[in-house]
């Protein structure tokens, strides 16, 4: 059965007949009252496949996300633990993304999963996020799809941003923090949820200090963006460029960074749309909210 689509995601085909669904991995107890409330959109027609990570019945589905994880993180020494997994994903969060019908999917993709058609869907993507003790902040900690594993022209357009899209829209997330690495394209995709507030820009704690640490209050006008690659004039309007840029290849300009924050002399903020034209290893301005 096929649903009418939104013009936006026209370019993401493969999200529109019904043959991949968004999933929900999550145990009952978490389920999220009123799913979808919060943001107003017509994206995610489709009801959700719901899996439960304490059923054994769905062992493969899990070893699927897991493949997912591990062949997208192992050579950047994130992938995750299985205890990680399990203590801070399936028991405290959630984990959601997009599942394929498995006789549907093409066999490369199953290849690479070494998933069996015997199950009836099968992970394409995953995206974590758990519940702070600050009300209304969740904090994503993990956001892959397949598509880095696949050729461009084989690739699902748009999977891994509406991944992400779909867990922030279910949940209701008010305000969504996160980590990533500079230089990563996924700042390309977390940059546009809503606008990016740099909260730490050094994080020597981390696995990879050159961790970047970001917070944004989830606004959709800036999901539309991700798509239409227009200027998004709230921002151009609400904050200007310092004389600050983030190097992804100079750790000095991290911790210089990092120290104005620690100075309170933020908040300072990125550009998505900056993200969006710059190359992955290209400087970036810092912006900081205009005077007055
Ligand atoms: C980062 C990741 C989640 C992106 O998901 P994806 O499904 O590939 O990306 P989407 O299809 O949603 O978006 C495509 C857009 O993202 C950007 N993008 C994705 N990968 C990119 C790359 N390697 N280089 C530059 N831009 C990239 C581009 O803007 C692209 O748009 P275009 O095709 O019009 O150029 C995925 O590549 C991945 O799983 N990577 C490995 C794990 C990882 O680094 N996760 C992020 C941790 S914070």
Wanted: charged share 20%; proline share 7%.
């Amino acid at each position: 059965m096929t649903l009418p689509v939104n013009p936006l995601l026209s370019r993401a085909t493969w999200m529109h007949n019904g043959d991949i669904r968004p999933y929900v991995f999550v145990r009952p107890e978490n389920k999220i009252d009123a799913p979808g409330t919060r943001h107003k959109l017509d994206w995610f027609q489709y009801e959700p496949i719901y899996k439960n990570p304490l059923d054994l019945h769905e062992l493969p589905f899990a070893e699927a996300i897991y493949q997912i994880e591990w062949k997208s993180f192992g050579g950047q020494d994130l992938a995750i633990p299985r205890w990680v997994f399990y203590d801070c994903a399936a028991m405290p969060g959630f984990v959601a993304g997009f599942a394929g019908r498995t006789e549907k999917l093409p066999k490369k993709v199953l290849d690479i999963l070494g998933y069996s058609t015997e199950h009836e869907w099968c992970p394409i993507s995953l995206f974590i996020i758990t519940p702070t003790m600050h009300r209304g902040e969740w904090v994503a900690f993990d956001l892959c799809s397949i598509n880095s594993m696949l050729p461009k022209e084989e690739q699902f357009h748009g999977l891994g941003f509406l991944s992400k899209a779909f867990g922030l829209w279910y949940a209701n997330v008010q305000q969504c923090s996160g980590m990533t690495q500079w230089g990563s394209p996924a700042l390309k995709l977390h940059s546009h949820y809503g606008h990016l507030e740099i909260i730490g820009s050094y994080a020597p704690l981390h696995t990879h200090a050159t961790t970047m640490t970001y917070r944004c209050e989830v606004n959709t006008d800036c999901w539309e963006k991700f798509f239409t690659r227009e200027p998004d004039l709230a921002f151009l309007e609400k904050y200007g460029p310092t004389e600050f840029q983030i190097n992804p290849a100079d750790q000095a300009s991290m911790k210089s960074l990092q120290n104005k924050i620690q100075n309170q002399e933020g908040p300072f903020y990125l550009s998505a749309g900056e993200i969006a034209q710059k190359g992955l290893k290209d400087p970036l301005t810092v912006y900081r909210l205009k005077q007055g």
